[in-house]
């Protein structure tokens, strides 16, 4: 089904959240925009359901080019088209693994909710409400990768630091690498970018494409409410929160029967019979 490429989705709406009144929300997604990943992030926030089916079902990677078929048409993805689309920065580090480790650690204390540096496979209830948003949107936009989205993995904070950071990072080939993953079934990739392969779509001419609007837009008003969540659980676990007392539930009793009387158990006690003479 379609839905599963773009159920996890987070579209971010900068002009909505660059104006909240919360200066720490506001820092994130400032270092976020300034990481080149806004026009990716922040396109047009609309899909075409139909045709993502027949994008993944029918998509390869031939010569270094992600080609597909959709309703018959040709489509090529290729490296270039995706950085000249969505303004993407062709420069830095291509391995993630590559960012220094001093700013990996300041990275960690950096996004800590307390004094003591994060684990990079710990849970993102360690961040801040700030960096745990971050995180989600890694998870669920950029890296597209299946399993929790609680969970701290390597390559999301790694991610995480290199905008936190301000490193210099060629986002463009990690994300057309990820496509590439996405189109081959060996490497198990989730499938997603469902909002960036429409607008590439938009393009292929004599394509006609069904609308769909995306819902899940990250705006001031959201981005409250994921606050006001978190706060509610207040980076505790689940097994730490007291325990919630369940209403006692009437039982309807119904009448019983006769019990049974045993026949084997019980001896039948015989009348004696007296004949006259």
């Not at 959201?222 to 509610?232: D, G, S």
Request: aromatic share 6%.
């Amino acid at each position: 089904m379609a839905s599963s490429y773009y159920t996890n989705t987070l579209h971010v709406s900068f002009e909505s959240v660059l104006a909240m009144d919360n200066p720490c929300m506001v820092s994130m997604f400032i270092a976020l925009a300034a990481s080149g990943l806004q026009g990716f992030l922040d396109c047009p926030a609309v899909i075409y359901e139909a045709a993502l089916i027949d994008f993944f079902e029918n998509a390869l990677v031939r010569d270094d080019v992600v080609i597909s078929t959709v309703a018959g048409k040709l489509v090529e993805i290729s490296e270039e088209l995706l950085a000249e689309t969505f303004e993407l920065p062709v420069e830095g580090f291509t391995d993630l693994s590559k960012i220094p480790k001093d700013l990996v650690f300041d990275a960690r204390s950096i996004v800590s909710l307390t004094s003591e540096p994060v684990s990079m496979s710990g849970k993102k209830k360690e961040m801040k409400i700030e960096f745990r948003l971050l995180c989600d949107i890694m998870a669920k936009t950029i890296s597209v990768k299946a399993g929790s989205f609680d969970a701290i993995t390597q390559e999301k904070f790694l991610m995480i630091a290199g905008i936190t950071c301000g490193v210099q990072v060629n986002w463009n080939k990690i994300l057309f690498n990820i496509l590439k993953d996405m189109v081959t079934d060996e490497t198990r990739q989730a499938r997603g970018f469902a909002i960036q392969i429409s607008l590439l779509l938009e393009n292929i001419p004599n394509l006609e494409l069904a609308e769909f609007s995306s819902s899940k837009i990250l705006t001031e008003k959201t981005v409250h409410r994921y606050i006001i969540l978190n706060e509610k659980v207040g980076g505790e676990d689940v097994t730490d929160a007291p325990r919630v007392k369940r209403t006692p539930v009437k039982r309807v009793v119904s009448k019983k029967r006769p019990a049974a009387v045993d026949t084997e158990a019980a001896p039948i006690v015989k009348n004696k019979r007296t004949t006259k003479r």
